[in-house]
């Protein structure tokens, strides 16, 4: 029986034949004189080690893991910010439907602790398309779906990007100085600096894990995966994320100066 899943698993697996592509690139044009097939060769070669995942999977959970769960509100904390990711008012879908997956978990996950903390706002971020609700709207009514109470929500909605939001949010309350941020794992250790940079004590609060180890172990780590390339995704905005902050910061130091 578990014979017959590994190789359904196997042959419905579109990284296997992906992969079974690039080898036959590399082998027929590796070793070519014309240059562009060298190049397309070097190209299958670095697609063809992507699509491995134990490398970024690893890497993925340790960024994921860089801030522990956050069990309770601090006391004396009043703002639970809650970053966008993205919403649809489609008129055909219920209110809990607007939102993607990432977005459903940091909602989840900023009602779990103000649940904890009823004292303390529920800020939700970010703007939407010209013309049309803000995203903040549509995370606010899916709070309220969720049985928070109108007074207890906040929406900051003009940031369009974690920068966008951090500015709106010192914009918006200038005289608070310490927060919970609520946003998905990977995505905390910038969010959490940039939003450091506007002066803020910050609280991270992960909601969302793409990479969840089970204790049982993962049966298929070392077989070609498409959602390795989905890890490398993460990692390089991240990464590129983060150098973009620190590049500014230094332009900005030695402007001042």
Same mark, same amino acid.
């Given at each position: ?5 590994? *190789? ?10 992906? $992969? ?20 397309? $060769? ?9 699509? @491995? ?15 522990? &769960?956050?069990?309770?509100? !601090? ?6 910010? &809650?970053?966008? $990711? ?12 607007? &939102?993607?997956?990432?977005?459903? /978990? ?9 649940? /904890?903390? !009823?004292? %303390?706002?529920?800020? @939700? ?8 609700? %803000? ?17 207890? *929500? ?16 010192? %914009? ?11 946003? %998905? ?16 004590? &910050?609280?991270?609060? !992960? ?8 204790? /049982? ?15 490398? /995704? *993460? ?23």
């Amino acid at each position: 029986m578990m014979i017959s899943v590994y *190789i359904r698993e196997l042959l419905f697996n579109p990284a296997i034949y992906l $992969s079974l592509l690039c080898g036959y690139v590399v082998w027929r044009f590796f070793r070519s004189s014309i240059l562009l097939e060298r190049l397309i $060769s070097w190209f299958a070669l670095v697609l063809l080690l992507l699509l @491995f995942a134990p490398l970024p999977r690893l890497l993925v959970y340790w960024t994921e893991r860089h801030y522990p &769960v956050l069990e309770q509100v !601090p006391k004396g904390v009043r703002h639970i910010v &809650v970053l966008g $990711s993205g919403g649809t008012p489609d008129k055909d879908l219920k209110i809990h439907q607007y &939102v993607g997956g990432a977005m459903l /978990g940091r909602i989840v996950e900023g009602v779990a602790l103000w649940k /904890g903390r !009823p004292e %303390s706002f529920l800020v @939700f971020s970010s703007a939407g398309r010209q013309g049309f609700v %803000s995203q903040a709207q549509l995370y606010a009514a899916v709070a309220k779906d969720f049985g928070v109470p109108r007074e207890k *929500i906040l929406k900051i909605e003009k940031g369009r990007n974690t920068l966008g939001e951090a500015g709106d949010f010192r %914009s918006r309350f200038p005289d608070v100085g310490e927060i919970v941020l609520v946003s %998905s794992a990977a995505h905390l250790p910038r969010a959490k600096r940039i939003f450091e940079l506007e002066g803020l004590r &910050v609280h991270a609060a !992960p909601a969302v894990y793409t990479v969840k180890m089970h204790p /049982g172990g993962d049966r298929y780590s070392w077989v070609p995966q498409i959602q390795a390339l989905q890890y490398w /995704g *993460i990692l390089a905005h991240e990464w590129g994320g983060r150098a973009y902050v620190e590049l500014r910061l230094i332009f900005r130091r030695m402007n001042q100066e």
